[in-house]
């Protein structure tokens, strides 16, 4: 089955209008929730853009009926860490190199009920 893009969010600067960066959601067969995925240029990092962006971006997938998501992180991306807890995703599996961070937008607190949406979870 191929990838599906659910909601894209290009993110450009005020000044100039220059691609910074996006921030997507995805759907992967097997796994049940959809999957964000973002991304900034290394030039435009550590300037706050995902800090402002990221919550917007997810206020978007609430409005479209995404509650459940999910986020693969390498172990040592303490930058993508860290911008996944400020907005309410929890560490649901240790998956070797990689962590998978979940979150329902709905309730945006730990539930253990939701856990089983990485249970067939796979790295693509
Ligand atoms: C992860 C990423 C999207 C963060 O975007 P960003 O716009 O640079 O993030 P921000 O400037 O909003 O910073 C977010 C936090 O991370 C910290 N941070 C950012 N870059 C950092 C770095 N290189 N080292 C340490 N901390 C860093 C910031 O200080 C900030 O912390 P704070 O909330 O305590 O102030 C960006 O680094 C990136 O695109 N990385 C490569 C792609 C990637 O890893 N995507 C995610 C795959 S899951």
Redesign the pocket.
């Known amino acids: 089955m191929g990838i599906c893009i659910f909601h894209r969010h290009e993110l450009t600067h005020v000044a100039n209008d220059e691609f ?2 996006y ?1 997507q959601l995805v759907n992967y067969s097997g796994c049940r929730a959809p999957h ?7 030039q ?11 919550p917007i971006f997810l206020k978007g997938c609430a409005d479209m009926g995404f509650n459940q998501l999910v ?4 172990k040592n ?4 860490k ?3 807890k ?1 907005n309410g995703f929890f560490l649901a599996k240790d998956m070797g190199d990689n962590l998978a961070y979940i979150v329902d937008l709905r309730l945006n607190k730990n539930n253990s009920e939701f856990i089983k949406i990485v249970d067939d979870l796979s790295i693509k």
């Open positions: 910074v960066g921030i964000v995925e973002y991304k900034i240029y290394k435009f990092r550590r300037k706050g853009f995902m800090t402002v962006h990221f986020a693969i992180v390498k991306n303490s930058p993508s860290k911008i996944l400020k």
